[in-house]
């Protein structure tokens, strides 16, 4: 088990495969990128489906999701998901993806094991879209979204972000749109996770700014903290359901102390939180040859150690100093 001094049991693991990215979002990244991890740096294959099995047979994960960068980057995706597929118990698998390459990969990853992904896609323009993603690709996100809710990997879930003076006014076309397609769509507050630091919380679009344009719409009656549990997606059902929206307000709204997640990055650290300036190192226990008890305690001790919150409201706070890409989703 994984728990920390403050009760939370962690049960969901989040594994960055890359820190590569074909896109360029401005709230992620500069548009030259950035300095990506040495291959040699990187967890192969086997070593990420070792950490898996030792988090899922001996420390009680359950759900498993797979992140990067972006992890349709890395080529041996579809071996790594149906080798954690025959793990015992069976983890359930995701995959948080900007969706492009998905058109191909989605029957793969779905007969592999795979049960579900979540897509980015933060506005409906293609122009916009480049503007915020530094690349002409809308046209192969919207197939990718086809292309996973064809091949079963449902509920089909969309994330988008939004920005002032790009997609701020999209909100309730987004919200439209997914409930035509039959896509469960989220928004996430951007977070000060831009490898610019150029973050700033003033003039962010809140989750209260993004209720408010959906109810211009919408009818949304909250669905209520038991049904919720531990996700970090507050959501509402939409003209009495039973679609849903949901909103991940990671800043205005923290939903730090149901938490149940434990992360591990690209390069083999364990992170406690997306906003931890701290890491824990298996990648050195892993190829120093120690057993899988000993990872398994390294392991507890770093997730024992897990702040109460993530100290997003402390005026002192610092962004990470690995941007999201490095230190996965």
């Known amino acids: 088990m994984l728990i920390d001094t403050y009760g939370r049991v962690a049960t969901d693991l989040r594994v960055s495969l890359t820190d590569r990215c074909n896109l360029r979002c401005t709230y992620c990244m500069p548009e030259e990128g950035l300095q990506w991890l040495a291959k040699p740096d990187l967890l192969t294959d086997d070593e990420i489906v070792r950490l898996i099995r030792i988090a899922v047979t001996d420390l009680g994960v359950t759900e498993v999701r797979f992140t990067g960068g972006e992890p349709l980057l890395r080529p041996g995706l579809v071996g790594i998901v149906e080798r954690c597929a025959a793990l015992t118990p069976r983890p359930r698998m995701s995959l948080t993806t900007n969706g492009i390459g998905l058109e191909r990969t989605a029957r793969a990853l779905r007969d592999a094991g795979l049960d579900r992904v979540n897509v980015s896609l933060d506005t409906l323009r293609p122009d916009v879209f480049q503007a915020m ?22 509920p089909v879930k969309v994330n988008a972000v939004l920005m002032p003076g790009l997609n701020d006014d999209e ?9 035509e397609c039959g896509y469960e769509l989220r928004f996430i ?22 209720l408010a344009a959906l109810r211009t719409r919408f009818t949304l009656t909250p669905e209520g903290d038991d049904e919720r549990g531990s996700a970090p997606a507050e959501r509402w059902l939409v003209d009495g359901g039973p679609a849903r929206v949901g909103v991940i307000a990671s800043v205005t709204r923290p939903f730090c102390r149901a938490c149940d997640r434990t992360r591990l990055t690209a390069d083999g650290q364990v992170r406690t939180c997306l906003f931890a300036r701290e890491e824990s190192d298996l990648r050195g226990a892993l190829r120093s040859g120690a057993p899988d008890a000993e990872i398994a305690r390294l392991w507890r001790l770093a997730m024992w150690g897990k702040k109460a919150g993530s100290g997003l409201d402390d005026p002192s706070f610092l962004q990470p100093d690995r941007p999201m890409s490095a230190i996965g989703g």
């Open 133 to 154: 993603t530094r690349r002409k690709r809308h046209a192969d996100v919207l197939r990718g979204l086809a292309a996973a809710h064809a091949a079963g990997l449902t």
């Open 189 to 210: 507050e951007q977070m000060p996770l831009d490898a610019q630091h150029g973050w700033k919380r003033e003039g962010m679009i809140t989750a209260g700014d993004i």
């Open 171 to 179: 909100a309730p076309d987004l919200l439209a749109w997914a409930l």
